[in-house]
């Protein structure tokens, strides 16, 4: 158990709708970061979030929007679904004065049909 | 700018074989280096991590990896394979004051009894 803690683990949902996945990072870190996991794509980073506050941009979508919130959760919010953004989405978080290290919750499997 | 070339999408050893995964990055600073794991239906895992002190790491499992800066690699081995092995595996890339990993493509790693 890597004491990152995200929901929902499974979700099922249609083209053209919207949803909001969880993370709660281990106590102490500040900083999450969300990664997506797709077959054709490999493992992409999408955007990270220190203290509440956007830290770095990798390749998130217009249609998908993240926030970290004062007790340090973090949603990622993904809109007018495609088919092609069924994946594997995964928080992460890591320590104060670590050395990148990163630490993985077991990811939300989405499937847009 | 930094990146990783995982060489090798499929590797398939024999129990109690020695396994070696293959990992090469580009970094235009001194770089951080992490091997990660990733069961079925389940998050990454640290297995080791490079951070600019011993060049062979050793990490949970009986695997190690060393770090050749002249060769630009970073490759994964482990004596004697164990059905447990079976797994994905990642090479990553960091530096310091850049959180952000960069992820390679993934080696799966099968275990022939």
């Known amino acids: 158990d890597s004491g990152v803690t995200q929901t929902p683990k499974h979700l099922i949902t249609a083209t053209g709708q919207r949803v909001t996945l969880r993370c709660s990072p281990r106590?102490?870190?500040?900083?999450v970061y969300w990664y997506q996991q797709s077959l054709d794509q490999g493992l992409q980073f999408l955007i990270q979030y220190y203290n509440g506050e956007e830290r770095a941009k990798g390749n998130i979508l217009e249609r998908f929007s993240a926030q970290q919130f004062p007790d340090l959760h973090s949603e990622l919010n993904l809109s007018s679904l495609e088919l092609g953004d069924s994946a594997l989405y995964f928080c992460?978080?890591?320590?104060?004065?670590?050395?990148?290290?990163?630490?993985f919750g077991e990811g939300s499997r989405l499937t847009v049909l | 700018a930094q990146s990783v070339t995982q060489l090798g999408s499929h590797v398939s050893v024999s129990e109690g074989a020695l396994v070696l995964l293959r990992c090469n990055y580009s970094s235009s600073v001194p770089p951080y280096l992490f091997w990660y794991v990733q069961y079925p239906n389940q998050g990454l895992q640290l297995l080791l991590k490079y951070t600019s002190a011993a060049t062979l790491v050793k990490g949970i499992n009986g695997f190690e990896a060393e770090f050749k800066k002249s060769e630009t690699s970073f490759h994964l081995t482990k004596p004697s394979a164990h059905m447990s092995d079976a797994a994905e595996y990642f090479c990553?890339?960091?530096?310091?004051?850049?959180?952000?990993?960069?992820f390679g493509t993934g080696t799966r790693l099968t275990i022939i009894p």
């Open positions: 106590s102490g870190d500040l900083s």
């Open positions: 992460a978080s890591s320590p104060r004065g670590g050395t990148g290290e990163l630490f």
């Open positions: 990553a890339v960091g530096n310091f004051g850049n959180e952000k990993l960069t």
